[in-house]
DNA sequence: GCCGAGAATGAATCCATCC
DNA sequence: AGGATGGATTCATTCTCGG
């Protein structure tokens, strides 16, 4: 099979306007995968709004009670299992031995995340953390400070003389200076990349406004990324055109303001 | 059903040396569980998980394997979620409305103490993160350096006033000061219970050295701890007897040598 | 009591050998 | 074969101890 046409190719970045399984089937030699999957949308399954109201379903002691729409709760859930087990295995499938796998996920999605990492016969290395050291607070509760990061390998794990902690400390900025809702600052996705051996082929199925191929591109990596909505791969393509001279830091690229034509803001069911 | 005959009963803080199930059934009115559950872990190959709790969690280094190990750790995963969803069943059913549940887990078993906690009934509110700041370096991989919290609440959450973060980081004691191999430090323990409302009956099935209950006489809160083991049973008896003033500080405590004679190591067979 | 240098450590993991 | 055992490995942080 052939991938499809580009949309961005350059120094050894490829960005692909596609859905992933169209792209991980053509694919060969993947060194590692480096991701954030989509739990609070994707057009694969639902509307926004829909899954919104079941995980505020899920969030409230409801689950106790009578009448709640229990089935189609479940059914989301079972289909999001099913989903990710189906494009980890693909993913799989164009790995090559010893290739490392790692998605950000929320709390709540982390069990299924895992029975999908499994399932789609990744061996399940280990969840580092990513603290932002704040989250909403809640009375009588501990507040949603960190994100979670399972890992795992095809196969064997290879040595690649990085040693990186499994906690990793960052706030991020402002939702106001993203260029996605849920984009995760440079500094951070580099700690997530950290154990990628040189010369490897880093894989982002779900690209989103790019920042794995921006660490990837610092590193000197080759990588791809793919993303079925094209204003974000606009995005993407854009922030890799920035300047990326090795004196600024990562930091300051994270506050760099694209250049060029204003694009139209995002909306909620992107998230 | 009457509770079995304590083996200590103190000051509102009580310790009785049964196996769990005995005491659960027996209580009512139970305000928060707060507890570190026996893991179950060590190894991705069978075979590790058989070894003794010293010689699986122990440094592999030092060749002193002198010390407390602790039984109960030889699950399988079926076994491990049958068991944990019996036991937080069973807590729930003598859980206060609105009480909280809490339990100290790594990250291989986290998706099946989430599980259990929802099959015992609690309604799962989130995970907390301990971070260690530095686990064991593994290279071309990430280090184990957190463990985790997953809480639930039975029925509505409280509103206790107190609003811990989902993150909390500290650097526990080397093991050759602990009471116990898996011992929490008090300062974690303290961030365990942070949202305990003031008056509540705080219960740990499996006390081990009880540092949940040295941490709820600290805090005025009623306690009760439940273990196997008559050692560990006078060791969180004899902490229990410490000067706990409160000029003293948490770190101090947790450094206190325990007065009166020396303790046999349990014996490999237990493990 | 404070500070710096050197030593020790880790709720592992993986693999080569034994039985 | 397959389970059990023993040993080698790793480095940021903490601990120990002397000055």
């Known amino acids: 099979m052939n991938p499809p046409a580009p949309y961005y190719q350059h120094q050894g970045i490829t960005i692909y306007r596609a859905d992933c399984f169209e792209v991980l089937h053509t694919l060969e030699g993947v060194g590692a ?10 057009g694969a ?15 409230s002691d409801s689950s106790q009670q009578a009448g709640i ?22 993913a799989r499938g164009a790995a090559a031995d ?11 999605q982390l069990p299924t995340i895992t029975d999908a990492i499994q399932a789609g016969g990744w061996v399940w290395r280990g969840v580092g953390v990513w603290s932002k050291k704040f989250g909403r607070p809640r009375d009588g509760g501990f507040s949603g400070a960190c994100e979670f990061l399972p890992w795992a390998s095809h196969g064997s794990l ?22 996605h809702l849920a984009e995760k600052p440079l500094p951070v996705m580099e700690w997530a990349m950290a154990n990628v051996p040189a010369g490897a082929l880093v894989v982002d199925p779900f690209m989103g406004s790019g920042s794995t191929l921006v660490v990837a591109k610092r590193r000197g990596l080759r990588a791809i990324g793919i993303d079925v909505d094209e204003r974000q791969c606009e995005i993407a393509a854009r922030r890799l055109s920035q300047d990326m001279l090795p004196g600024l830091e990562l930091e300051d690229l994270d506050a760099g303001e694209l250049e060029g034509p204003a694009l139209l ?6 998230g």
């Open 265 to 270: 803001p995002l909306e909620q069911a992107e």
């Open 45 to 59: 399954f639902r509307g926004d709004r829909m899954f919104s109201t079941l995980s505020k379903y899920a969030s």
């Open 98 to 108: 010893g290739a490392t796998f790692a998605t950000f996920i929320d709390w709540r």
């Open 158 to 179: 290879v040595e690649s003389g990085a040693y990186p902690s499994g906690a990793f400390e960052y706030s991020p900025p402002p939702v106001s200076r993203r260029h």
């Open 69 to 90: 729409g229990f089935t189609g709760d479940n059914r989301d859930q079972r289909a999001f299992l099913a989903w990710c087990s189906l494009w980890m295995s693909a």
């Open 33 to 42: 995968y480096v991701t954030d999957v989509p739990y609070s949308s994707g």
